[in-house]
């Protein structure tokens, strides 16, 4: 019997144990922290072992394969170990895909991949497609495998996930751009980002599709470095294009070999420039898939945006509350306060992922009215920022930020939520991050 061990015991790992069991792997999972209540319930459900607090080199390194969470850096003293002992590791995604026919979506990208892969998964839902939203967003990828096959699967996959990926064979994947990001995990160096994003194109063929940006510069120069053996679709609000989607005075042109159609930029249900590039991908992966004209238009008017990424929270006092927590990189940032037209105050900090702020400096300048700061370690922000705005003031806790803010404010303008950084300082993640603003902003 194959014994596969699984490092990690979140959402990803516990997908992958259960998928494991139920094909009749020998399955144990390892977890050097606690492992929450709700997990160790499936575990105990599925009479899958496992440990938490606790690496066991025994158990580990006497498997033929194993499944590492997403989070485990490779410079972890198990993974090191593991490569030493030459034990195959791949990630929940890989893995997932080997028990699965279905056709694959898989969407990618710095910044709004989940809201891409949530407004795909509308489109296809809507269509009447039997369709499941996996990966980051939602279920696990192995998990809902497990329970559930379904045709289709729209896969929100990070670069963590790619690195571990041999195998994995989209359909068809998504690129939404490249920015500085978790640069700490490729030694600083923005072409191993890359190349980690370029892998969801490695094992794709000629009858597969690759949609990317053409605005994006640093995805441009990585599609130039890389072979791409899969038709290639891009969108672009500045380029004609002659397959894709591009903007046409206010129109999004839609064009493929299988039809073509347009839609008026005002009837897209989410707003910012950001949100066009989003609701092009959407549109050209559905396309793709001849799914009717008339269903993508109403689906890209109806759909709503995702809980903390820009959304509206309240307006107090006359004064516009906007939460964007999942906002942990500059060029999610950047993306926030350019589809703003009030002065904005801004929260921002956490654990820094080693930011360029510069990209920021000229729209801080001309939008940004006052910076309070959360976090540990705000020097960078003060450093970045100290001459662009009159006032930066240091906080500790999301209550004295939003009433911090909130004092700063005035009426017809806008406190934003946009932290550029990680939350682990002072929150469980971004999504209590954002609760608590919310929770704080209903107080005021």
């Not at 640093?218 to 599609?223: C, L, N, R």
């Amino acid at each position: 019997m194959q014994r596969i061990i699984i490092l990690g015991g979140a959402e990803s790992g516990i997908g992958a144990a259960v998928l494991a069991q139920s094909r009749g792997y020998d399955v144990f999972v390892s977890d050097n922290k606690l492992i929450k209540q709700n997990f160790k319930d499936q575990l105990y459900e599925s009479n899958i072992r496992f440990e938490e607090n606790a690496h066991s080199e025994e158990e580990i390194l006497n498997a033929h394969e194993i499944i590492k969470s997403p989070g485990i850096p490779e410079e972890a003293s198990i993974i090191q170990l593991v490569r030493r002992k030459s034990i195959p590791v791949i990630s929940e995604i890989e893995f997932a895909s080997r028990f699965t026919q279905s056709t694959i979506i898989a969407i990618t990208g710095t910044n709004g991949k989940s809201t891409t892969a949530s407004l795909t998964y509308y489109i296809l839902n809507k269509a009447g497609l039997d369709v499941s939203l996996v990966g980051n967003i939602g279920k696990s990828f192995a998990h809902q495998i497990a329970i559930n096959d379904t045709a289709y699967y729209v896969v929100e996959i990070s670069s963590f996930q790619l690195d571990d990926c041999y195998q994995f064979k989209p359909h068809i994947s998504v690129l939404t751009n490249i920015s500085h990001n978790h640069l700490d995990r490729y030694h600083y160096e923005t072409v191993r980002y890359a190349n980690a994003k370029l892998r969801i194109v490695q094992k794709q063929g000629a009858d597969d599709y690759f949609i990317y940006n053409a605005d994006d510069e640093a995805t441009s120069e990585a599609v130039r470095r890389h072979v791409v053996p899969s038709e290639k679709l891009s969108f672009s609000q500045y380029i004609k294009l002659q397959q894709g989607a591009y903007l046409d005075n206010n129109e999004i042109i839609f064009q493929s070999k299988k039809n073509s159609f347009s839609m008026a930029l005002f009837n897209l249900g989410l707003r910012g420039k950001h949100n066009v590039y989003n609701s092009m991908a959407a549109g050209i992966v559905a396309s793709t898939l001849d799914i009717r004209k008339e269903v993508i238009r109403e689906s890209l008017a109806d759909f709503k945006s995702l809980e903390h990424r820009l959304e509206w929270v309240a307006d107090v006092h006359g004064i516009e509350f906007i939460n964007d927590s999942k906002a942990t990189t500059v060029n999610a940032v950047w993306y926030a306060m350019e589809s703003i037209s009030k002065p904005i105050i801004w929260i921002a900090g956490g654990v820094d992922k080693g930011n360029d702020y510069s990209l920021l400096v000229s729209l801080v300048l001309s939008k940004v009215k006052a910076i309070v700061c959360m976090g540990i370690d705000n020097r960078k922000i003060h450093e970045a920022f100290g001459r662009s705005v009159d006032m930066i003031v240091n906080t500790q806790s999301m209550n004295d930020a939003v009433k911090s803010a909130y004092r700063l404010a005035t009426n017809g303008e806008c406190v934003l939520l946009s932290p550029a950084c990680a939350s682990f300082d002072l929150f469980e993640d971004f999504e209590d991050r954002g609760r608590q603003f919310k929770e704080v902003v209903k107080s005021l």
